[in-house]
C-alpha cells in the first residue's frame, strides 16, 4: 500500500534515502513522478553494458524501480554503504553529495565512488533525477577483461 510522500523538499529526500536503505525497490519508485527526466553521467556508449545494466537512461516511475533491482542485484548487499555529507536544498531542488562504497557480485571487487545527485521535486514525487558520480571506479570493479 502506497503512503503519502512528503511536499517538503528536504522531508522528500529524507524519505527517499530512509526507504533506499529499506532496500525495496517498489517502495523507492513510489517516490518517483510516472514520468522522469533521468540522466547519468557515463559515456553514451557504456550504456546499459550487461556487467553495468542499471547504467542508462530512464523515463518512467517503472524504470526506476527497475535501476533500483538491478543495482541491488549487482552488488553484494552485506557489502553496501553510502555516506551522505551534504544535502542542499533550494526550493524544489535538492543536490547530495557522498560517496558510495560496495563490491561488485561478479567480480567481488570493491570500491569507493564520489558521487553528485541533482533531484528536482513536484508535489513531493521526483521529476528530476541527474547523477554524478565517479564512473570509472565503477567501471574497473566490474571488468571482466572481456572487453
Same mark, same amino acid.
Given at each position: ?24 525497490? @517498489? ?18 556508449? @557504456? ?25 541491488? @542485484? ?74
Amino acid at each position: 500500500m502506497a503512503t503519502a510522500v512528503p511536499t517538503d523538499t528536504r522531508a522528500a529526500v529524507e524519505e527517499l534515502l530512509r526507504r533506499m536503505g529499506e532496500g525495496d525497490p @517498489e517502495r523507492v519508485a513510489e517516490l518517483y513522478a510516472e514520468h522522469i527526466d533521468w540522466s547519468v553521467s557515463w559515456p553514451e556508449d @557504456e550504456h546499459g553494458r550487461t556487467e553495468t545494466p542499471w547504467i542508462r537512461h530512464r523515463a518512467t516511475r517503472a524504470d526506476a524501480a527497475a535501476h533500483y533491482r538491478e543495482l541491488g @542485484e549487482h552488488h553484494i548487499p552485506e557489502q553496501v554503504a553510502t555516506e551522505i555529507e551534504r544535502i542542499l536544498v533550494d526550493g524544489p531542488d535538492a543536490v547530495l553529495l557522498g560517496e558510495i562504497r560496495q563490491t561488485a557480485r561478479s567480480t567481488g571487487r570493491a570500491y569507493r565512488a564520489r558521487f553528485a545527485l541533482h533531484l528536482t521535486f513536484a508535489d513531493g514525487l521526483i521529476t528530476r533525477h541527474h547523477v554524478y558520480e565517479d564512473s570509472l571506479a565503477v567501471a574497473r570493479a566490474f571488468d571482466t577483461g572481456d572487453r
